[in-house]
């Protein structure tokens, strides 16, 4: 069964299947395909050029048109408001409970007032060295906003917290959350991207939004706009540090989000290159505080010893409750399978006492708990005596997690700064701010043991590292 959003009722088994056979696909690759199609059924008396409105918590109110309103109403993308953004974060900061149906609205807006910002203040750039013009500017504003509002479609449950459950793709590397994005995309999402009558003004396909998503030289000179939703200074970034800093009552992500999009610009090219997103002079300050931002976040936050232990949980169970102990491919059918799983059927399984260990630490709060940790950006020293302390402790060690993350990139990834005096003059972000230039990523190693454990492992810790404190 699945739930038919525009119609409010119940889609049955037998008309999946009456809808798989008339498309000639087998019945256990077809339910979000079907589902998709059968919401995406329009009134024929429905008015195309309607506006609608969601109240936001961040921005305030977001505005959706018609074809938008229809794309949010289909499974594949309500299954998000069974996603929670921050996994179990919650059980550290208490009002992290939102989702990634509220996020992918924020992203929508946010990338959507840097466009807008971007066109009006580097119109000619665009023209002369993209070839936009009126209809070109409209066209991609559309796709932009509809790639911003599914970038994150294809989240697994708990979001980042089950992502090392993802499959490999035969090349030594996982699939990611990206992908499953653009392949949902394609086939869960096509009906609603392609047949809505606004897109007559456009004439999208589903795989135009997808290419956007990717990055791939399918999406033409539309990849200049990819940074908007994939960069060191994309609506992602921007809207999920301070969506989270608010639900989460910390004050550790905000930033000033009016300046960076009334600063934005495109910065033609040189050298035959394409031009790209920076920001003028008078904005360089508030590029740097969403980095510094984004690095409190990750260390106050992200990195929570008791987040970082219900991630190890979360990881543990997933592998047991999963028939394989990882998701399915986003290819060959998978999709259908993938998408049945989130937060609610994780939860589910886990009350009725499925999970192994991690199921049942996560279902009583009994987690894992922190016995060491190294600095955030360890010396040799510093991993030296974490061996130490590791070997010391033995057997009592039952997960060692790395917490790392690199905040800002140097060399061609670095935001562009325009010159306020010296006409035609750019340079990166680093140059201009020395914190942006010394800033270190985080290499943080933790180590944890069960909790009735802890006692003993503390007692010969403090015997290693010649501590007393608790």
Known sequence: MGWNVRKGHWVSAALIAKFAVSCYIPVEKTRCRAETYIANLRNPLADPHRMYEFRCPVHGFIQLNDWEKDIVSQPAFQRLRRVRQLAWTDYVYPGAMHTRFEHSLGVMHIATLLYDSVVQRSKSVLEEELAYNESGFTRDRQLVRLAALL???????FSHGAEELMPERGDGTRYQHEQYSAAIVRECLKDAIETHPLNDNCGFEANDVAALLEGSSSAKRAVFWRELIDGQMDADRMDYLLRDSLHAGVQYGRFDLHRLVNTIVAISGTDGKSPRLGVTEGGWHAAEGLVIARYFMFTQVYFHKTRVAFDVHLQGALRELLPTGVFPKPVDGGL?????????????????GEGGEHGVRLATRDHYREIYHTPESPTAEDLSRLEEVKKGLGDLVVAEVPAEKSWYKTGKADIPIVSRTMANRVEPLSKYSSVVASIKPVRKRLLYVRPEAFEDAKGKRNKIVGANDD
């Open 336 to 352: 259908a399978e993938y998408t049945s799983w989130d937060d609610w059927k994780v939860l589910g399984v886990l009350a009725s």
């Open 151 to 157: 970038h994150d479609v294809g989240h697994g449950p």
